[in-house]
């Protein structure tokens, strides 16, 4: 699964549409949610509504969508996350607990999206791979992946205990010994 945010991310849907032969030669579906600013762009890779795009492979199978409403079901799905590292994101990949590559945004305030993905990936709960890196290595790091299940269950063991479930509840009771 492909994760780019509601809006979308460029530079990772770049990435995609240039690796989507070497992604598509691992024998995997691939549900790239690539935003609304980019889907009529992106939209030609679907293989459902445009078969004919990609026909050099015998079984192309791409989803493509601007927006996912059930990201409950996208989770279920996937085996792989290659997301971007917001807040939003990584609590959200913490609780779900797949193995995840994060591609920070090098464009926020203070570059907390890195600092974000560092902190997952520092205790080996995911996989940190900067824009500048992902040309030298996406490949390598995705091939490696993908074929060794020991480290996909390491990964989603170490970021599930980095999970915050009750962070809701336990900010408010903080706030209310505060206030007492």
């Not at 050099?56 to 290659?82: C, E, G, N, Q, W």
């Not at 290595?137 to 992946?145: G, H, P, T």
């Not at 962070?167 to 010994?177: C, R």
């Amino acid at each position: 699964m492909v994760l780019g945010g509601s809006l979308g991310a460029r530079r990772i849907n770049q990435l995609i549409e240039k690796e989507l032969d070497f992604l598509l030669s691992q024998n995997i579906q691939i549900i790239w949610q690539c935003g609304k600013l980019y889907f009529d762009e992106y939209k030609k890779f679907d293989s459902i509504n445009h078969p004919a795009s990609i026909t050099h492979h015998p079984s192309p199978k791409v989803t493509v969508l601007a927006f996912i409403d059930r990201m409950d079901l996208v989770y279920a799905a996937a085996d792989i996350v290659i997301s971007r590292s917001g807040a939003s994101s990584v609590s959200e990949l913490c609780i779900v607990g797949k193995p995840t590559i994060f591609i920070p945004s090098p464009n926020v305030a203070e570059d907390h999206q890195t600092k974000n993905a560092k902190a997952i990936s520092d205790k080996s709960g995911a996989i940190l791979i900067k824009e500048s890196e992902l040309e030298n290595q996406f490949e390598a790091v995705f091939s490696d992946l993908i074929s060794n299940e020991s480290k996909q269950s390491e990964l989603s063991q170490n970021i599930k205990k980095l999970a915050l479930p009750n962070a809701t509840k336990d900010i408010v009771e903080e706030i209310v010994k505060l206030i007492k």
